[in-house]
């Protein structure tokens, strides 16, 4: 490829499929992840269809990417799912650069886990991976085609001529003896079956009777899907996932959460304190008012 002109997508997908098989990707790679699967011949050239495969493009690349600079014996984080995808493509561009990747580094093209620039940088990793465990393709071997033999052609066939052979072959049929017979006549069918045939089928079956029984049977039809055999494992996966993330957030909340404790304590303490002054203070005020009401009450009686 020439500087400055784009490459072929599909072709050096294509590529980076046959060079990771030569690394053994599939044993080292994908059958120690069980969330990712063997690549497909376009996986990275195009943008994914659904939502969700759209969603696995990148956290793909990453791993991937990660497996080739640790086979490389680089020092590079592992994908989690927790962190922030911008942080990892810069740590993804960083490394690039130590190993002298040339290409474009764009962000926001291996951010979104397709397209050119995740093939070029996929694949420079795959030749240096096969450079470092110093593979080299062998030249390719062409087998010997055999010419095909000629037919051998009947001298006596050819001295006799066209005419020759012509009346031979007429003799030969006359007599029955020739090498092809002419095929038997197909039975045909009587005018009554061919008209049967040709009639439009009408169903007999009464509408409402058929209704009923489609009511009765179409549940039983519907499709149920069973849980596959590997969902204990990725319950086993999220919940240590979910260990991990508490374990490491408990105890900057727990502080948080002590803090916090101890200024809504002070600021009760100081709402009672308020609140028995405020008592002692207007308690005389507290009798007045008493001694009017019960004055009140006693007149209203009278």
Same mark, same amino acid.
């Given at each position: 490829?020439?500087?400055?002109?784009?490459a072929n997508?599909?072709?050096? /997908?294509?590529?980076?499929?046959?060079? *990771?098989?030569?690394?053994?990707?599939? @044993?080292e +790679? #994908?059958?120690?992840?069980h969330?990712?699967?063997p690549?497909?011949?376009?996986? +990275? !050239?195009?943008?994914?269809?659904?939502?969700?495969?759209r969603g696995e493009?990148?956290?793909?690349?990453?791993?991937?990417?990660c497996w080739l &600079?640790?086979?490389?014996?680089l020092?590079?984080?592992?994908?989690?799912? +927790?962190?922030?995808?911008n942080?990892?493509?810069?740590?993804?561009?960083?490394?690039?650069?130590?190993?002298?990747y040339?290409?474009?580094?764009? /962000?926001? @093209?291996?951010?979104?886990?397709?397209?050119? !620039?995740v093939c070029?940088?996929?694949d +420079?990793? #795959?030749n240096?991976?096969?450079?470092?465990?110093?593979?080299?393709?062998?030249a390719p071997?062409?087998h !010997? %085609? &055999?010419e095909?033999?000629?037919?051998?052609?009947?001298?006596?066939?050819?001295?006799l001529?066209?005419?020759?052979?012509?009346? $031979?072959?007429?003799?030969?049929?006359? /007599?029955?003896?020739?090498?092809?017979?002419?095929?038997?006549? /197909? =039975?045909?069918?009587?005018?009554?079956?061919?008209?049967?045939?040709q009639?439009?089928?009408e169903s007999k079956v009464?509408?409402?009777?058929? @209704?009923? $029984?489609?009511?009765?049977v179409?549940?039983? *039809?519907?499709y149920k899907?069973?849980?596959?055999s590997? $969902?204990w494992?990725?319950?086993?996966?999220?919940?240590?996932?979910?260990?991990?993330? %508490?374990q490491?957030?408990?105890? =900057?909340? @727990?502080?948080?959460?002590?803090k916090?404790?101890?200024?809504?304590?002070? !600021?009760?303490?100081?709402?009672q304190t308020k609140e028995?002054?405020?008592n002692?203070?207007?308690?005389h005020?507290?009798?007045?008012?008493?001694?009017?009401?019960?004055?009140?009450?006693?007149?209203?009686?009278?």
């Amino acid at each position: 490829r020439r500087p400055g002109e784009s490459a072929n997508v599909f072709a050096l /997908m294509e590529d980076i499929n046959d060079k *990771l098989k030569i690394l053994n990707y599939e @044993k080292e +790679f #994908c059958s120690k992840r069980h969330d990712f699967r063997p690549l497909t011949r376009i996986y +990275f !050239a195009i943008q994914a269809k659904g939502d969700r495969e759209r969603g696995e493009q990148f956290p793909y690349f990453a791993n991937l990417l990660c497996w080739l &600079l640790k086979s490389l014996g680089l020092d590079f984080l592992e994908w989690n799912e +927790f962190d922030d995808p911008n942080v990892i493509t810069a740590q993804i561009v960083e490394q690039l650069k130590k190993l002298g990747y040339n290409g474009d580094t764009t /962000m926001t @093209k291996l951010r979104q886990g397709y397209g050119e !620039a995740v093939c070029l940088v996929l694949d +420079f990793l #795959c030749n240096k991976l096969l450079e470092n465990r110093r593979f080299k393709a062998g030249a390719p071997v062409h087998h !010997a %085609i &055999l010419e095909a033999e000629e037919a051998a052609v009947d001298e006596q066939a050819a001295e006799l001529g066209d005419d020759a052979v012509e009346e $031979e072959v007429a003799e030969e049929e006359e /007599m029955g003896t020739g090498e092809y017979e002419p095929a038997a006549k /197909m =039975p045909f069918l009587d005018e009554d079956e061919d008209k049967k045939v040709q009639a439009i089928l009408e169903s007999k079956v009464d509408p409402t009777a058929w @209704k009923l $029984e489609l009511e009765r049977v179409g549940p039983k *039809l519907k499709y149920k899907t069973q849980p596959g055999s590997k $969902e204990w494992r990725t319950h086993l996966e999220q919940s240590s996932k979910h260990e991990k993330l %508490i374990q490491e957030q408990y105890p =900057p909340a @727990k502080l948080a959460l002590e803090k916090l404790s101890n200024v809504l304590r002070k !600021a009760v303490d100081r709402i009672q304190t308020k609140e028995r002054h405020i008592n002692k203070e207007f308690e005389h005020h507290g009798d007045k008012f008493r001694k009017k009401q019960k004055k009140i009450n006693e007149s209203q009686t009278k």
